[in-house]
């Protein structure tokens, strides 16, 4: 699986090093998680990788259109592997999880402004806010306490 990764670090010209295999490796496995966790789960491996070399090797990705970066109101910036289909995202407001939801219709931009002010719109970013299943189910029984539905 690493060549795959190599193979993707040469087709957009960036050189293959162990940090850069190691970031999408870490975002292959584990989608939408900030820089400080993506620096633990590549220290995982490599213990000497600094900081710095995370956060030029995230920059460098998400340049190249390996890796987007995404980043809900009042949240971290996140970083996840899939890239170029326009899909956008739902967001806990309780616990902060993030998942993927495809184009609401059709291709990118996928959405049509009712104005676009003469812009050639090429992409449109939508995030769905709400409470993972999870969160639901925790707060489900203060939820019936209080009387609401």
């Not at 690493?2 to 940090?19: C, H, I, Y």
């Not at 971290?76 to 289909?85: I, K, L, S």
């Not at 407001?93 to 049509?112: F, H, M, N, Q």
């Not at 409470?131 to 707060?139: G, K, N």
Request: aromatic share 4%.
């Amino acid at each position: 699986m690493t060549s795959d990764l190599e193979d993707q670090l040469r087709a957009v010209s960036l050189r293959v090093t162990r940090p850069r295999v190691a970031v999408l490796a870490a975002l292959r496995d584990h989608p939408h998680v900030d820089t400080d966790t993506v620096i633990a789960l590549v220290r995982a491996d490599q213990p000497t990788v600094s900081h710095q070399a995370v956060y030029d090797v995230l920059r460098a990705l998400t340049a190249a259109g390996l890796v987007r970066r995404i980043q809900p109101a009042g949240a971290t910036a996140r970083y996840e592997r899939r890239v170029g289909d326009n899909h956008h995202h739902v967001v806990c407001r309780s616990c902060g999880a993030i998942a993927d939801v495809d184009c609401a219709v059709g291709e990118a931009p996928c959405l049509t402004a009712s104005d676009d002010r003469g812009f050639a719109v090429d992409e449109a970013e939508v995030v769905f806010w709400g409470t993972c299943p999870r969160c639901a189910t925790e707060h489900l029984p203060e939820i019936r306490q209080s009387g609401r539905k």
